[in-house]
């Protein structure tokens, strides 16, 4: 019986492959403030002032407000894209070292109710 490689096991099982659609970071999208950086699902992602350092200063009940994008396993960063490590282990997508969020509060793609929150979530700009 021939073995397949541990890697394509798991993917057989998981139903993936290593270029996954959803690990596109981000794409500009037109918004009331004009071009933004959106999700896959349209919605606008931000940046916060307290991230220094490629890394996150969202954790917790933080980010359960404004949920980072994550990055699989697969994704890697490449141009203006990176990717950090947050404290949990998790990847999360960066622009330009910034980590990207979104707002639990904008209701539908184009939002940008996050927008100078608190001064410090902005609205990420391509």
Do not use: E
Not at 62 to 87: E, K, Q, T
Not at 90 to 103: E, F, H, I, M, V
């Amino acid at each position: 019986m021939k073995r397949l490689p541990s890697f394509l096991l798991v993917l057989a099982l998981i139903g993936t492959s290593p270029s996954l659609a959803a690990d596109a970071p981000a794409m500009p999208s037109d918004t009331a403030l004009g071009k933004v950086l959106a999700d896959a699902k349209g919605m606008t992602l931000y940046s916060f002032d307290n991230d220094m350092g490629g890394k996150s200063a969202c954790n917790g009940p933080c980010a359960v407000n404004w949920p980072p994008l994550m990055a699989s396993g697969y994704a890697a960063g490449m141009g203006d894209w990176s990717i950090i490590v947050r404290d949990d282990g998790s990847r999360q997508w960066a622009y330009k070292g910034k980590p990207l969020y979104t707002w639990s509060k904008d209701a539908k793609p184009g939002d940008t109710t996050g927008d100078g929150f608190n001064g410090k979530w902005h609205a990420a700009r391509p």
